[in-house]
């Protein structure tokens, strides 16, 4: 069993999580830095003013402020993602122990902020620019290929608020100003881009993980926020290929599985339907070209009227993205029945799978799974999949030697690896593979440092102390053995 000759192995991250310095060098405000911290059992919250009182509401990956209210930093609330683990003065160190590790590909993201600090300035910042230039420049010195998010939960302050969080069609042209600045900019430097990270999540958190108290004015706002996001991905792929027909566009989709509890039709055809709203719906959108049959029905549902025109249509047909792009943690369970043995922790609730083990933030994991979803969607969209994000988050402590052995890292990745494989060998053709946050970085969920990812160990806490010094964990040594290999060599 061997990967494909040019495979690419990496890691992935994104601005917010790991670059620090959020108001260094005409840096703008981002949703994520009014973010304060949470926990496995309290949740995030952003901190706004709303009629002059400093207020605060729970916050999701990719939430918006409530109509009206303005942003602001509580001076008694930690914001993790100001420092985060300071990776814009720490770059060049992270990536040569990315090369070290082997790496062929690294996924990142730009902080929309650096580049237009409100979001609607006529000309970009050129410290900005000049940042991830850096960044590209090095990445080229030790022959690592970035894949880009061009917008990875990190949406502009102040548009946020004067847009309501993608309500207004306004929002199309302050993102295609800010992406053909990129694909400008960047030529010859970036080849892989994506548009939006996990561009379902607008959906998936409505509802998903046993949760269902959204309203119709929820889904309302999140189809419809979706749609223009939609129609500027579209003509993103149009500007970027006119610009560089070698550009390659990707989606990004939060990849879950989900499972009916029985054999029950009726949780079998629930579960179809959990599909098609969660997954399929942004994929089909952005692979085929237009909106699925079964739009109408999930619209219906929930009183949804679209602000969508002529245009629009022509958009989506003509800007299919090149590759379908995923993340992938975990497996869920469906159940129209009522059930005893639920799972609870970090977005993960409902009925709970009897046969996979679960981690403490509540995450099942499900190497099968991924084998599955890659075999599923490359049937369905026929084009070039990318695993872009894949691991697990767990406490990792130093030994009196110096060092952490995170073989249960090391277990989660082997498995995840084989199941790619098989898939493979299934015929899908699966180009890359990057594990989610290669150096340890903030959780989007909980805010905190303790659920660690890396291979590379950023030493700082959940209260915000440390002294950002890196260190090797056993699966770095691990996997650079399995990119030395090409996936050939998965033992300990």
């Known amino acids: 069993m061997t990967f494909p000759k040019n495979f690419l192995w990496g890691g992935a991250t994104a601005a917010n999580q790991i670059g620090g310095a959020y108001d260094v060098d005409g840096k703008g405000l981002s949703v994520t830095d009014i973010t304060t911290v949470g926990s496995l059992n309290e949740p995030r919250y952003l901190t706004y003013k709303l009629n002059g009182k400093l207020e605060k509401t729970p916050a999701v990956p990719g939430a918006g402020l409530p109509e009206g209210a303005v942003g602001a930093i ?231 009227h679209l602000d969508i025109t002529e245009q629009d249509k022509k958009d989506l047909a003509e800007g299919t993205v090149d590759m379908y792009t995923f993340s992938y943690y975990m497996s869920n369970v469906i159940a129209t029945h009522d059930v005893s043995d639920k799972v609870g922790g970090n977005f993960s609730a409902g009925a709970k799978n009897p046969y996979l083990k679960y981690s403490e933030w509540g995450w099942a994991t499900d190497p099968t799974g991924l084998q599955y979803y890659l075999e599923v969607m490359y049937d369905r969209y026929d084009i070039p999949i990318m695993v872009v994000e894949s691991g697990l988050g767990a406490v990792d402590k130093i030994d009196s030697d110096g060092k952490i052995h995170d073989d249960y890292r090391i277990d989660y990745l082997k498995q995840h690896i084989e199941a790619m494989q098989k898939a493979i060998d299934d015929g899908v053709d699966l180009i890359d593979y990057t594990t989610w946050g290669c150096i340890d970085l903030v959780s989007a969920g909980t805010g905190q440092m303790s659920k660690r990812y890396g291979f590379i160990y950023a030493d700082r806490d959940d209260e915000g102390n440390g002294t950002l010094k890196r260190r090797s964990k056993d699966s770095f040594y691990w996997y650079k053995k399995v990119i030395e290999s090409n996936g050939e060599d998965l033992g300990l």
């Open 74 to 304: 509580d001076p008694n609330s930690y914001y993790p993602n100001h420092v985060a683990i300071d990776f814009y003065h720490h770059y060049k160190e992270d990536i040569k122990m990315f090369s070290e590790m082997g790496f062929t590909t690294f996924r990142l993201s730009i902080a929309w902020t650096r580049i237009f600090p409100k979001g609607d300035e006529e000309k970009p910042n050129q410290a900005g620019l000049d940042f991830y230039r850096r960044i590209f420049e090095e990445c080229k010195k030790y022959g690592i290929k970035p894949i880009v998010t061009i917008s990875h939960y990190e949406d502009p302050l102040y548009l946020s608020e004067k847009y309501n969080d993608w309500q207004d069609r306004k929002m199309i042209d302050m993102y295609v100003r800010y992406a053909t600045v990129l694909f400008k900019e960047y030529k010859g430097l970036v080849k892989y881009w994506l548009t939006f990270n996990e561009i379902n999540t607008a959906l998936l958190l409505l509802n998903s993980f046993g949760n269902d108290d959204a309203d119709d004015a929820a889904y309302q706002h999140a189809y419809q926020k979706l749609h223009y996001q939609f129609v500027v991905s579209a003509r993103a792929v149009k500007i970027a290929h006119k610009i560089d027909p070698d550009y390659v566009l990707g989606n990004m989709i939060c990849g879950v599985v989900d499972y009916p509890l029985t054999p029950d039709p009726a949780d079998v055809l629930e579960t179809r339907h959990v599909m098609e709203k969660n997954i399929f719906y942004c994929g089909d959108v952005q692979c085929k070209g237009k909106y699925p049959t079964y739009a109408k029905r999930l619209w219906d549902e929930h009183n949804v």
